[in-house]
């Protein structure tokens, strides 16, 4: 049975030392959900580490047919996103959350 959504709130920064745990969140909630919303609470996004789980995270979610989004996301990781490609190879698009800060941002799988 699928829940519609699943929340992952993020308590620290995404790095080498936190991606193995969220990547074994996300794989359980794309297996158990049809929209998966990771909320970065303003943490950062350190190192390719993190970025290259995104993109893994991506890819699964599509393959499961499960929605993935972002929000939180802090303005300098949100810079980093665009600058390495990963918005625009993955069909990601950035847009400001209607009800959050000028700095937040949803990361959506179109």
Do not use: W, Y
């Not at 959900?33 to 190192?47: A, C, K, L, T, Y």
């Amino acid at each position: 049975m699928t829940s519609e959504q699943h929340h992952i709130q993020m308590t620290d920064a995404l790095n080498v030392h936190t991606a193995a745990d969220l990547r074994t969140e996300l794989l359980t909630a794309f297996e158990t959900s049809q929209e998966v919303v990771v909320d970065f609470n303003g943490h950062p996004i350190h190192d390719s580490t993190g970025i290259g789980l995104l993109v893994e995270a991506c890819r699964r979610a599509e393959r499961a047919g499960c929605r993935l989004h972002l929000t939180g996301v802090e303005e300098r990781s949100q810079r980093m996103l665009r600058r390495v490609g990963i918005a625009r190879a993955l069909g990601l698009s950035v847009r400001a959350r209607p009800s959050a800060a000028p700095a937040s941002a949803r990361l959506r799988i179109a």
